[in-house]
């Protein structure tokens, strides 16, 4: 595992989005985004840079995971990304010295999964606050799409839970002193104490064991600067 950081050069990233999002790459991801596939890295820089963290959808209770990974699903949609499954079919062949074709062996089907984003030669999941299990699905498949030419590289879209944990904690407490005192309840409508949900420490991990062989893989989390700025609102 190559783990890179061409998403700092600005002539691959604008510095803008930079600073919205924390970034992990391997094998230069968004370097070779630019390069092999510039519609869809045009696609995937517009849309981080106009996402924005809107408290009232994200401290939503029972619809953290769906709201946020459906909103920026549906700003991939309308670009063109489709909802995808990846089979692998393998098929060998028996040839001779004289590479004369002696046998075709049975193929082999490998099922994939839907991919929550698929366009051109990259793959694209928003994993937000799902289970951390599903890391493990993501990435396995990535390599195997990569190693059997199906894709040039992968994306990965999640959360820094530990950044946004301090900051929901801070919107949340501003809310509460707006209600009066009989009305008011500390604890966060959403839950950010969890460590084993999708967010950029545990593809961290993950990543860093070098899963993905020499699949160029870019992650990108939202952290406190991907906030709008506004406070949380009931209504």
Known sequence: MFETRTYDDPIVLNPAIRQRWEFLETSSAAAVLRS???NEWNDITQILGAFV??????LKKGGNRGDIAQEIDGMFSARGWKETR????????????TLQIIEH???VKQEGYLVDNFKGR???????NAKDGNLDRDLSAYRA??????IS??????QDRLALKGLAERIWKDYQDTLPAEQRNSKLPIDLNTSTTTNLEKAALRVRRGVMGTCP????AATQNTWNGQPYSAF
């Open 86 to 97: 990846v089979d692998l079919v393998t098929q060998g062949v028996l040839l001779s010295k």
């Open 217 to 220: 893989l870019l992650i990108a």
């Open 145 to 150: 799409w990569h190693e059997a030419g199906v």
């Open 36 to 38: 092999v596939c510039p």
């Open 105 to 107: 062996l049975p193929p």
């Open 53 to 58: 963290l809107d408290p009232c959808r994200w």
């Open 153 to 158: 590289a992968a994306v990965l879209i999640t």
């Open 122 to 128: 990259v793959a694209l999941d928003v994993e937000w």
